[in-house]
């Protein structure tokens, strides 16, 4: 059961009818944007303020008649959920294009973070993620959340007794989740790529996402077919309008 995590990270902006997307930036570093399809992904804005495109996504899934009866769980219910799904990893697919494209203009301010010196310890380590986190802290930006895949957050839950206290190792034991570290929040993607890990300044140190129009579900029916279709449809857009608000690290892989 996948969940989108794009939208934890951005400023939300419903957009009224007409209304044209226009946010200010940082006026000392670029700002990134997602552009229409079929066009290049990368915007460098050197003015006061960012226009960002807003974008069409379309989720689309059907079912046979027949199936209805057949299955034993409700397939009308799970094929909604299929499109939800399939719309959050395309919002998020988009997302992670924009970090990566943001971090890799960005590296004379924010380096591409790796193991320290002297982690022996390798992998997602706390020293790892404490030097990814002061890059943001030193542009004087709250530090969000680390964004990573499991394969890295498997690390963490290795930590013993010398890297957590006794209290959040029972956590972990029982719930096998660690939501949180130095009070920044660890949300996990299987989207990211291995051993690659993200820290993201507040959303609204970062970027916003305007949307023009919100999540709707329309009706694809096929009665030739004898099928019952859905077509999900949104409409949105995404820019970083401060690049200093993400830093990438790629760790060692264990």
Known sequence: ???????????IDVLAQGQIARYDKDITVNAYTVSKRGK??????EGDYVEPNTWEIFSPASIRLSQIQQRRFNILDRTQEKIRISTQIQEDSQFLA???TTAAG????????????????????????????SIILDHDL????????FNSFK?????????LDPVTMREIQET????????IDIIVSRLVTKGTVFCLAEPRFFGVMPIRTEMILMPDDDPQAATIGFVGYEELGMAAVNANGVAQ???TIL
């Not at 059961?1 to 400023?11: D, N, S």
């Open 1 to 11: 059961m996948y969940v989108g995590t794009a939208r934890k990270f951005f400023e």
């Open 40 to 45: 290049v992904n990368q915007w460098v804005v």
């Open 98 to 100: 924009l970090l990566a």
């Open 106 to 133: 960005n590296t004379t301010n924010n380096p591409i973070q790796t193991n320290p010196v002297g982690d022996t310890f390798g992998g997602c380590s706390k020293y790892f993620l404490n030097d990814l986190s």
């Open 142 to 149: 709250p530090v969000y959340g680390f964004l990573m895949r």
């Open 155 to 163: 690390d963490i839950r290795g930590w013993n007794n010398t890297e």
């Open 176 to 183: 096998g989740l660690y939501g949180a570290i130095w009070g």
């Open 249 to 251: 690290g790629n760790h």
